[in-house]
């Protein structure tokens, strides 16, 4: 069975300083692998995605996230945070692509400090 | 290109009523998927539908049905409501069932009293 564990269910940093959110998956097949972003009364966007393909993806916003096979991880990063990127961010996984497969985690909320 | 739409954005019912929510998916998308998001379970999946068929259901009661239009257009229904089902309802569209990248609503936000 699947499951999605995100580390840290609030996470704060300075503004400029590294973002990393954390996500471990466990999955019994290759799995398709997400990061999603929520801002505040909004619906999920789709921030990168894993699909087999590189190891490291690279999203929008100038986040990415790097495929780790022997840590089964999937964690996100951006280099410098920038206060538009407060919002919670939700970690996925699917065992293929259809959407009743896909299982989202408990979600992180960044918030960013002047 | 427009988004998914989805309406209303906010609704409060009382128990044992019945609502009825809509989702038009991004045009030219064909699949539609409905999740329930609660701050105790997360986001759950609901249903998925595929050219007026739905193709998966999730682990909800009977009380939550959905539909799908020739059009795309879906709506969801829940009667009998319980307080327990105060959540933010998102819809997602794809081109089609499988497609890993689903383009999500800004949801319904439903509160029972």
């Known amino acids: 069975a699947q499951s999605v564990t995100q580390l840290g269910s609030h996470v704060s940093v300075s503004e400029g300083a590294l973002v990393l959110l954390r996500c471990n998956y466990s999955?019994?097949?290759?799995?398709?692998l997400f990061w999603y972003v929520q801002y505040p009364n909004q619906g999920l966007q789709l921030l990168l995605k894993?699909?087999?393909?590189?190891?490291l993806v690279k999203g929008i916003n100038g986040f990415e996230a790097e495929f780790k096979k022997s840590e089964t991880s999937f964690h996100l990063t951006k280099p410098s945070a920038h206060m538009s990127d407060a919002a919670e961010y939700f970690c996925?996984?699917?065992?293929?692509?259809?959407?009743?497969?896909?299982?989202f985690g408990s979600g992180t909320r960044l918030s960013i400090r002047p | 290109k427009a988004g998914v739409t989805q309406t209303p954005r906010y609704l409060i019912k009382t128990r044992g009523q019945q609502v009825t929510l809509s989702c038009s998916p991004i045009?030219?998308?064909?699949?539609v998927s409905w999740y329930q998001q609660t701050p105790g379970q997360g986001l759950q999946f609901l249903f998925e539908?595929?050219?007026?068929?739905?193709?998966n259901k999730g682990n909800f009661p009977g009380r939550f049905s959905g539909r799908q239009f020739s059009n795309s257009r879906s709506e969801m229904n829940v009667s009998t409501l319980e307080l327990g089902d105060s959540a933010l309802y998102l819809c997602?569209?794809?081109?089609?069932?499988?497609?890993?990248?689903?383009?999500f609503g800004p949801g319904t936000r439903l509160l029972v009293l």
């Open positions: 999955s019994s097949v290759p799995p398709y």
């Open positions: 539908y595929f050219s007026e068929t739905q193709r």
């Open positions: 997602a569209s794809s081109f089609r069932v499988g497609q890993e990248t689903q383009y």
């Open positions: 045009s030219g998308h064909r699949s």
């Open positions: 894993y699909t087999s393909a590189a190891t």
């Open positions: 996925a996984v699917s065992e293929n692509s259809s959407a009743s497969k896909i299982i």
